[in-house]
C-alpha cells in the first residue's frame, strides 16, 4: 500500500461503536476495497455511514506504526481535499479562456474577418433597387 489519496470499490465495511480510554465514545470502521492487499481502518461519519457494498469510494491512507508494525488507517477526504483538484481544473480553463481571449483581441487588432469580407468599410446593409425603375 501507499499513503495518499485512493479511489476504490467497496468489498466489506464493518462499522462498531466504541468507547476510548478516556470515556470518549466514537466509531470504528474496518474498511476493505477492492484495489487493497488489506483492511484499512478509520473513523467513522456521515459520510462512512452511507457506505456499503460496491459503492465507489475516495480515501485518504495513511501509515502509522505501533509496536513495531505498520497498520493503515483511512480518513475520509476534507472539503479541501474535494476542492483543491477541481479548483486546479477551473484554473487551468480560465488560463485557456484568457489565452484564447487574448489571441482574439490580437485578431480584432488587426481587423480580421474570417468570412473575408471587408465589413469595416462598408454599411451594415445596402439600399434594395427595384428592377422595374428603369422603365
Known amino acids: 500500500m501507499q ?18 480510554k478516556g470515556g470518549k465514545d466514537y466509531v ?8 487493497l492487499d488489506g483492511w484499512v481502518n478509520g473513523f467513522g461519519d456521515k ?19 505501533y509496536e ?14 474535494r476542492l483543491v483538484p477541481k479548483m486546479d481544473d ?4 480560465i488560463e485557456k479562456i484568457e489565452k484564447h481571449l487574448k489571441n482574439q483581441k490580437d485578431v480584432n487588432d488587426k481587423e ?3 468570412d473575408g469580407l471587408d465589413t469595416v468599410n462598408k454599411p451594415a446593409f445596402e439600399e434594395e433597387t427595384d428592377p422595374f425603375d428603369n422603365f
Open 112 to 114: 480580421y474577418n474570417p
Open 90 to 93: 477551473l484554473e487551468k480553463r
Open 28 to 35: 470504528r470502521v474496518g474498511l476493505k476495497l477492492d484495489n
Open 47 to 65: 459520510v462512512t455511514d452511507s457506505w456499503s457494498q460496491g459503492d465507489e469510494v475516495t480515501v485518504r491512507l495513511k501509515s502509522r506504526e
Open 68 to 81: 513495531g508494525k505498520t497498520y493503515w488507517d483511512f480518513e475520509t477526504l476534507t472539503i479541501a481535499d
Open 3 to 20: 499513503e495518499g489519496i485512493i479511489k476504490g470499490n467497496v468489498e466489506f465495511v464493518k462499522s462498531e461503536k466504541k468507547t476510548s
